[in-house]
């Protein structure tokens, strides 16, 4: 452009630095850009991977007072059959007493 003075090649290499920088600001700029995509979609991933666990802890409590109260009614149902059998023979011991003792 000016020829081979010292000017114009200083000129030159001045461009040539301005230009590299450019280029090295571009590529950080891509660089960051591209740590700050990485961090955002690492940031989804636990945001999911957290409601994920909220969502298993949820359905193991409800799972849990469903086998509580499962074993529960099965508890108290038992208890109930027990009652009645034990109901059922006393009135047999004692129509079987009363037939025995009376004449």
Same mark, same amino acid.
């Given at each position: 452009?000016?020829?081979?003075?010292?000017?114009?090649?200083?000129?030159?290499?001045?461009?040539?630095?301005?230009?590299?920088?450019?280029?090295?600001?571009?590529?950080?700029?891509?660089?960051?850009? /591209? *740590?700050? @995509? +990485? %961090?955002? #979609?690492?940031?989804?991933? $636990?945001? &999911? =991977?957290?409601? !994920?666990?909220?969502?298993?802890?949820?359905?193991?409590?409800i799972?849990?007072? /469903? *086998?509580? @109260? +499962? %074993?529960? #009614?099965?508890?108290?149902? $038992?208890? &109930? =059959?027990?009652? !009645?059998?034990?109901?059922?023979?006393a009135?047999?011991?004692?129509?079987?007493? /009363?037939?025995?003792?009376?004449?």
């Amino acid at each position: 452009m000016y020829g081979d003075t010292s000017i114009g090649s200083s000129i030159n290499l001045l461009q040539f630095i301005i230009i590299i920088i450019i280029i090295v600001f571009i590529h950080i700029q891509d660089t960051i850009t /591209i *740590i700050i @995509v +990485i %961090i955002f #979609i690492w940031n989804i991933i $636990i945001v &999911v =991977i957290i409601i !994920i666990n909220i969502i298993l802890l949820i359905l193991f409590i409800i799972n849990t007072i /469903i *086998i509580i @109260v +499962i %074993i529960n #009614i099965i508890r108290d149902v $038992i208890i &109930v =059959i027990i009652i !009645i059998f034990y109901i059922r023979n006393a009135i047999i011991i004692r129509i079987f007493f /009363i037939h025995i003792l009376t004449p």
